[in-house]
């Protein structure tokens, strides 16, 4: 056994055995069998990293085959480059972070042991998903990621709404499934192969613009809009804060959505020869986060607010790779896994001091009774303000720079969103942390610091988020892109292909002029947030008093109710009908009324009463009647054939 | 040798079984025994048959030598995989027979088996009229079991079904004596090359007939409307008899006597008959969305899953073929799986309404864990068994066009909205009748489901091993239809 299979192989161990000993091993060792498997799974990483880094040499680890039919062979390979390196590192890294914070958030759930489980089977799943050589190991990933997801935005499935919200989870990512299936079926088409390298190979042999190439990578990024949450496949990410705190954390923020980036990154030559593939991923990316941000403003769920943001965050991304600046883009991946955890895992603590309440109106002035969790929150609302010199800032610019360069309407719309992530982050912080309690007296009495469980991790990401920018200085710092530099390898189909790839055109007086101004829009937007929330101590009017646009962006633009009623009524009224009406009635209705008429055909001419078993002789006779038919001639034959021809044209 | 093994085996212990299994629990051991024994023949017969010769999977004897006709039965590797899923299921679905207040257990085994008997013959039969008997007279024994096992309106639903299938087997018979005067023989293998040079519209005629046969047998859109009420007012071993096992029958008797028999049309009608299994695909799936009754959730489903295997089979390519035969033994397994589940709901419930159900996992974790690896299949989970045949049918259907292609994927998110359905509720939720107690699968309830779940991830996860024993077949298949 490889060092490498035991990267995915630890967690698998750790879901069996929760798994299978649900309800029967002891609560204390839930936890460290869960945290363990996820922390043998981060040590293995080093280790693969250790070994990787001597020659930096892609390794390829089959294992066996695992689909072959005719010419085409599936293998079950794992790659380690580059990419799945820092992708393990932030899966596994992160990960044991948050096992180790449900260790003290869920503490008080009766499902203790199947939380890990499924936790340590997620983590199974992305491993798989970053993991694998090939585009159908991907897929496995990919759809066992959603089935994790849906089982753990599920997790309390007692309420139905939250079924409900698990359920929706799960088919909006299969309707993105599709396309990405669809997508391998056309790179089966096109190459032959699924596996990463040899398609890769021989694409570079392909013209930019090829059209085949322009279906592949289009399909494969509807994909990445249902796992990523994108426009218009979006609307479930919201609803799936159903899930425990740290599932939030781990799956719908920091990992398993950013697995579309993962995959445009991975594919970035097939994508590199698409530039209108590219073109459509930046738009969408920017209509998507625009429209995120814009809803978050007025939400007051703590958690709703985040998940808007990582819905607009994520957009973000989609604009970096847009602009073929994958690298910026995936530096945003590592950044937000960092201040989106620590978001995310802060108002788990807050939600848990304010003994399960996450309506920030009736929050406030907490910064005093949760100093961890509030400093700590405020560090990530810094971070994801784009403020210097914390994570979001590096990576977040990084990426407009990109734009101005590409688009300069996509560059200013991206730059109001920026000015609007700002604003609704100041003002979660300021509604959350600052004024006065609004609370009910037995919460207040209730508040309290969360455990050193919770609070560690809240500090480890906390110092990344600081930090983790530097991996990717501009260059006008002159100090190096460690980020960029390590990932250079991976994009040299890119560069084989498009001499211009990776290459900046702008003056460095315009990159200082653009990063000033990101910042000082982030500074005005703090201090608007600060008028408004602070100074003047208003409070978001109660639901159902908004009006006008506030309104259409506070019930989220009307988006499920309009995907109602173009799919789900509609296929449920089809279902109803065809089930009721048409099935029972018209197809069962026109063979009864043949079935009748044969039946007393069979009654009259031979008193058939005893049953279906002498029917049954008297048809096999009626058959053999009917062949000695057939055989007098072909020319019966003939005539009846001539007669089908005609009715089938 | 092996072949009349497996034949005479469930024979002769249908006959035990009537004959001594007068009290209960004797016609239960024997047909146990029985199906075990036939399990552990296949498995030793099979071991023979995966290092290298075929010799072993065939035996003739000739009947009526003049006539041409022979006691003649031959497996290659799609017959074999098809005797693995009888070998395996009926076992399976005779453990899960409740004997609780059944009458006349003896005659009730004893049809079990003797329907094991039938499908052994269909799956091996290398003669036309030999095909044509089992495949008849596979449906007397459900038939009987239907009839005297089932609910109210079982009597109803059995003799529309057996009117049915005798409707399309009026036309297949007539195709197949057809074809016996023009070859002047009944072997399978020797008819090839009289059907290989038969003009291209009888072929069309032949085929139209074989094709109403089989379509009714699986059931394909439009000659299904007997297959939900059947499986819904059967007896749930019935019931897995015929989803499990007889559907198959269809798409086998497609790939072994419609496409070789007719090979030319086979070509001139695979677009008709794909576009009308993906509309039964589609149709099936939508219907399932609002059904509140579990066991006809579920036999739309299964309807819905069958066109895709006859999608796959005419879509003329390997993948297509390896696709379906593939998920024929998924589809078996998992169907046996989701009725067994139902009928464990209903025993103890009392309900199979969705609308009065919920809750059941807080109860019986164990129950919902096992139904989710199940649903997991049902849903072609990558790692599941029904993995593996969707991802090949549909490329192949891909392949063959690209829009039916698509049309035909949506079915993969159909069935995420109907198979999650099914799960939230009966299993979430809260528990709509609080007196009621639900008790946990154990003992021979778990050790069936564990069983069924077990094949459902090692199929996921080790295709190949199945895939290689078909592929030949499958090769040899298609170099014959694009040879002609």
Known sequence: MSLISLIPLFPLIGFLINGFGYKKIPKSLVAPIGIGASLLSFISTVLVYLEFKQSEETIIQPLFDWITVGGLNISFAFQIDQLSILMLFIITGVGTLIHLYSKGYMSHDEGYGKFFAYLNLFLFSMLLLVMGANYLIMFIGWEGVGLCSYLLIGFWNKREDFGDAARKAFVMNRVGDLGFLIGIFLLINQFGTLEYLSVFEQAKALPVGDIGLMFITFCLFIGAMGKSAQIPLFTWLPDAMAGPTPVSALIHAATMVTSGIYMVVRSNVLYTLSPDTLEFIAWIGTLTALVAASIALFQNDIKKVLAYSTVSQLGYMFIGLGVMAYTSGFFHVITHAFFKALLFLGAGSVIHAMSDEQDIRKMGGLWSKIKITSITFLIGTIAISGLPPFAGFFSKDEILAHVFEHNKLMWALAMLGSFMTAFYMFRLFFLTFTGTFRGTKEQEDHLHESPSSMTIPLIVLAVLSVVGGFIGFPEIFHLPHALSEFLSPIYEGSRSVNPEFGQVHLSHSMEWLLMGGSVLLALIAFAAAYMVYVKNKSLPVADGELSGLKKVLADKYYLDEAYNKTFVNPVEKASTFFGNVFDTKVLDGAVNSLGSFTAILGKASNKLQTGSTRFYLLVMGMAIAAILLLNIGNELVDGFFSMFKAQIK | ?484
């Open chain 2, 1 to 484: 040798m092996f072949l009349l093994l497996l034949l005479l085996i469930p024979l002769v212990g249908a006959l035990l079984s009537f004959v001594i299994g007068r009290n209960e629990a004797s016609a239960k051991s024997v047909a146990i025994a029985s199906s075990l024994l036939s399990l552990g023949v296949f498995i030793y017969a099979a071991a023979q048959f995966t290092s290298g010769s075929t010799e072993i999977f065939s035996f003739a004897k000739p009947w009526i030598a003049s006539a041409g006709l022979n006691f003649k039965f031959s497996a290659d590797g799609i017959s074999v995989l098809l005797l693995a899923l009888t070998s395996v299921l009926v076992p399976l679905i005779v453990l899960s027979a409740a004997d609780k207040g059944r009458e006349k257990s003896n005659v009730f085994y004893s049809l079990v088996l003797f329907t094991q008997f039938t499908l052994v013959g269909v799956f091996t039969a290398g003669d036309l009229f030999l095909f044509y008997f089992f495949f008849e007279a596979a449906l007397v024994p459900v038939y009987f079991l239907i009839i005297n096992w089932g609910g109210e309106n079982a009597p109803k639903s059995a003799f529309k079904m057996f009117i049915y299938t005798i409707f399309g087997s009026l036309l297949m018979l007539a195709a197949m004596v057809f074809l016996y005067t023009k070859g002047q023989t009944a072997d399978l293998e020797a008819l090839k090359s009289t059907a290989a040079l038969m003009p291209a519209k009888v072929q069309m005629l032949l085929f139209g007939a074989f094709i109403i046969a089989f379509a009714i047998k699986m059931p394909l859109f439009p000659f299904h409307t007997w297959q939900p009420n059947a499986y819904t007012d059967s007896p749930a071993t019935a019931t897995m008899l015929l989803s499990g096992l007889l559907s198959k029958m269809g798409v086998f008797g497609l790939i072994r006597i419609a496409l070789p028999m007719a090979p030319l049309a086979a070509n001139e009608y695979a677009m008709i008959v794909t576009l009308l299994a993906i509309v039964g695909l589609i149709y099936g799936s939508v219907i399932a969305i609002k059904q509140d009754d579990i066991k006809r959730l579920i036999a739309y489903s299964s309807f819905a899953h069958m066109g895709l295997m006859a999608a796959g089979v005419l879509s003329g390519s390997v993948e297509g073929i390896q696709g379906a035969v593939f998920q024929m033994l998924a589809h078996g397994v998992n169907a046996v799986g989701l009725f067994y589940v139902a009928k464990i709901i209903f025993d103890r419930t009392g309900t199979r309404s969705l609308s009065q159900l919920g809750g059941i996992s807080q109860q019986a974790p164990v129950l919902s864990v096992l139904f989710m690896i199940i649903l997991l299949g049902s849903v072609a989970l990558p790692l599941t068994n029904g993995f593996v045949g969707e991802f090949l049918m549909l490329k192949a259907v891909f392949e063959f066009d690209k829009l039916i292609g698509v049309i035909a994927g949506l079915s993969i998110i159909l069935g995420a909205v109907y198979m999650l359905r099914l799960f939230q509720n009966t299993m979430f939720g809260e528990v709509k009748d609080s007196q009621l107690i639900i008790a946990d699968v154990t003992g021979l309830e778990r050790l069936v489901l564990v069983i069924i779940s077990g094949i459902v991830l090692i199929m996921g996860v080790f295709p190949n091993v199945i895939l290689k024993v078909s592929e030949p077949a499958a090769v040899t298949l298609l170099d014959y239809l694009s040879s002609i």
